[in-house]
């Protein structure tokens, strides 16, 4: 049975979308594979805020996330942890035998620039990681006042998660000095998932020329040897690639400025109605995510009977919490291709449930 899903990922795909995945198959290696590759770069690079290559990974975000640790720390990384997925973070490097360095804050806090500057003040990194929307707690860092501070490490090269912040809210990847920006396809580019996208700056490349153990899969120097073909190193996904040549006609169509504002409006509707139902945010305000809201439980509500009630009687699904914070939170997603009218009928949903909770 089908429902509509507003969690923060996978999200509602269109129908012109799957449509567009429909395409015959092709050889990867031929002329036509070549002309789709040119033809989604450009648009690509746009959307990172970029002139550097934006790469096609056939994988989740994490296989791109694993990349970036494995070709640009030499030395040690520096992960900066607020919740569960830039905790993860910690976790990929130690297991990509990484020497790793963890500055920890509090989940739905955001990491604190001055932190960042003691710890990388210590000479001991030649990386570090961040998360820009963290999307365990509903928190988006500050990423400008961060990329300030690592810009003064020249040695350091950045790696920014913006796996569920790209395309909602703007992101210019060369202002802000970002090395290597990453991102995947179930979120608010509103794919299946199955893809992620990396771009990699001319200093990773470099960095990544004189480091060890890349591996192959992941190897940035292949990747942008085949870029410069307009190839991927291995099979792609042609599927997904037309399905993401279709979604960014879309982005395009409505026009940047318009699709971050859709993304601001709609999470100003969810965020209005955490406030008149006596509910809470969990992050402070002014770091809230505006992609999703991550709803604190100051209603002792049985989430898994709101959820459970929600689905039953509105075909619809939010998300009851992750990690740690599972029940005491809940999250609702906007991103994608939301609009007023659904998520409208979203929260008319859930106010006729929480009359019975």
Same mark, same amino acid.
């Given at each position: ?5 507003? %969690?923060? !990922?996978?999200?509602?795909? @269109? ?7 429909? %395409? ?36 989740? @975000? ?16 520096? $992960? ?20 790793a360095g963890a500055l920890r804050f509090e989940w739905g806090l955001p990491v604190d620039p001055e932190a960042v500057a003691l710890e990388l003040a210590t000479g001991q990194y030649d990386s570090i990681t961040m998360v820009h929307n963290e999307t365990s707690t509903g928190m988006m860092n500050p990423l400008p006042e961060l990329m300030a501070v690592v810009r003064n490490f020249p040695e350091v090269i950045s790696v920014v998660d913006a796996v569920? @912040? ?18 995947? @396809? ?19 490349? #470099? ?9 192959? /899969? ?31 006609? #879309?982005?395009?169509?409505? !026009?940047?400025?318009?699709? /971050? ?40 509500? #049985? ?14 699904? =939010?998300? !009851? !919490? /992750?990690?740690? =914070? ?16 659904? =998520?409208?009928?979203?929260?008319? $949903? ?5 009359? #019975?909770?």
């Amino acid at each position: 049975m089908s429902y509509k899903l507003y %969690i923060p !990922g996978p999200v509602e795909v @269109s129908a012109k979308t799957f449509q567009a995945m429909t %395409i015959p198959m092709y050889g990867h290696r031929s002329p036509d594979f070549v002309a789709l590759y040119q033809r989604i770069q450009s648009k690509l690079q746009i959307l990172f805020g970029t002139g550097d290559p934006v790469y096609l990974f056939t994988s989740s @975000s994490w296989g791109a996330m694993e990349a970036a640790v494995r070709n640009v720390t030499q030395k040690k990384v520096l $992960n900066c942890m607020c919740g569960a997925f830039s905790d993860k973070w910690h976790t990929v490097s130690l297991n990509c035998g990484k020497e790793a360095g963890a500055l920890r804050f509090e989940w739905g806090l955001p990491v604190d620039p001055e932190a960042v500057a003691l710890e990388l003040a210590t000479g001991q990194y030649d990386s570090i990681t961040m998360v820009h929307n963290e999307t365990s707690t509903g928190m988006m860092n500050p990423l400008p006042e961060l990329m300030a501070v690592v810009r003064n490490f020249p040695e350091v090269i950045s790696v920014v998660d913006a796996v569920s @912040s790209f395309s909602a809210v703007p992101l210019d990847k060369d202002a802000l000095g970002i090395d290597v920006l990453l991102t995947g @396809s179930q979120k608010a580019l509103a794919l299946p998932p199955g893809l992620a996208l990396c771009s990699v700056s001319q200093r990773a490349r #470099d960095r990544a020329s004189t480091t060890s153990g890349r591996g192959f /899969y992941f190897d940035f120097l292949n990747f942008h040897q085949n870029h410069l073909k307009s190839m991927t190193p291995s099979t792609p996904s042609l599927a997904l690639i037309h399905g993401l040549e279709s979604k960014l006609e #879309d982005i395009f169509k409505e !026009g940047l400025e318009n699709r /971050y504002a859709r993304h601001t409006r709609l999470n100003a509707m969810v965020h209005d109605w955490v406030e008149r139902n006596d509910l809470a945010l969990f992050p402070r305000k002014e770091f809230a995510s505006k992609t999703l809201t991550c709803v604190e439980n100051t209603r002792q509500i #049985d989430v898994p009977e709101f959820i459970s009630l929600l689905k039953k009687r509105h075909n619809c699904v =939010i998300d !009851g !919490g /992750y990690g740690k =914070i599972k029940g005491r939170t809940f999250r609702i997603s906007n991103m994608g291709d939301e609009t007023e009218d659904t =998520i409208g009928k979203l929260l008319d $949903n859930l106010d006729n449930i929480l009359v #019975d909770i």
